[in-house]
């Protein structure tokens, strides 16, 4: 036997003599030199914990990866790793090349509404999520507002992303009371402006409050009212600090000019 190491192809015969038949007896083999081919296994990569990526190898034919990961196929990393491409090419000579993907955890989010209770039709800013500087989804939520406009349960969620372009998400339930449903009507819907004080009534559920012009401790004086129309406000609080309106007009005429020019 010989061992030779040939840096570009070649043909080797061999050349035999003995007392054979055939005096001269040859045959002889072909070997094909190659360089290692240059194998590329791609950029580093940096992912977040959960995404699903792909290894691609270039510069060869067959492709090796280590942790058994499968050439241009997906898969979830689950650690930081150095990952080793083993190319092979078509004259069976191999090359390397190594890539690294390294594995962000998400961050840590959580969300507590200081808000767990309000009113159809309010107004409420969302605070509450940690870490600060995230964003604020869900139903009849915008620019870090809620403003339910019915009653009902709210799932509030709060979505934060860190400097690793990471995703962490929490919720919290907002409880949305409706509000109470009122009547109004005034005891009197026509006064003369020398009339004397009454007491409003009329409103449902009572325990109410009554506003407008002229209205002075829930008692309405037409000579502090305005001649016409005075609409009459009630308001209503319900148990759950939720509050309705309902209106009616009273209508304050100039009997003191009527019954002069009589």
């Known amino acids: 036997s010989i061992y030779v190491s040939p840096v570009s192809s070649v043909t080797y015969f061999l050349h035999a003599e003995g007392g054979c038949i055939n005096a001269l007896i040859c045959d002889y083999i072909t070997v094909q030199s190659g360089v290692s081919p240059s194998v590329d296994a791609g950029i580093d990569q940096y992912i977040c914990i959960g995404d699903t990526i792909l290894l691609s190898g270039a510069g060869a034919q067959v492709y090796t990866w280590s942790g058994g990961v499968l050439n241009n196929l997906p898969f979830v990393p689950i650690l930081s ?26 961050p840590i989010v959580d969300y507590l509404s200081a808000c767990e209770e309000t009113c ?52 919290d339930t907002i409880f949305v009371n409706f509000l109470p449903g009122i009547l109004y009507n005034a005891p009197s819907t026509l006064m003369c402006n020398n009339a004397g004080v009454i007491a409003l009534s009329g409103g449902l559920p009572s325990g109410g409050n009554y506003s407008g012009p002229g209205v002075i401790s829930n008692s309405f004086d037409p000579v502090l009212a305005s001649l016409g129309p005075n609409i009459i406000t009630y308001t209503f609080t319900d148990a759950n600090n939720c509050s309705s309106q309902a209106t009616d007009t009273i209508t304050v005429v100039d009997c003191l000019s009527l019954k002069e020019s009589q």
């Not at 190594?98 to 998400?106: A, G, K, M, R, S």
């Not at 406009?149 to 990471?166: H, K, L, M, Q, R």
């Open 81 to 106: 790793n150095n990952n080793f491409l083993q190319g092979t090419d078509s004259l069976g000579c191999i090359g390397y090349d190594t890539t690294t993907i390294t594995v962000y955890n998400l």
């Open 120 to 171: 159809e039709g309010s107004s409420n800013v969302l605070i509450g999520g940690i870490p600060s500087g995230g964003i604020f989804t869900g139903i009849d939520v915008s620019g870090g507002l809620f403003n339910p406009v019915t009653g009902g349960i709210y799932i509030i969620e709060y979505e934060y992303a860190d400097s690793n372009g990471c995703y962490g998400m929490a919720d």
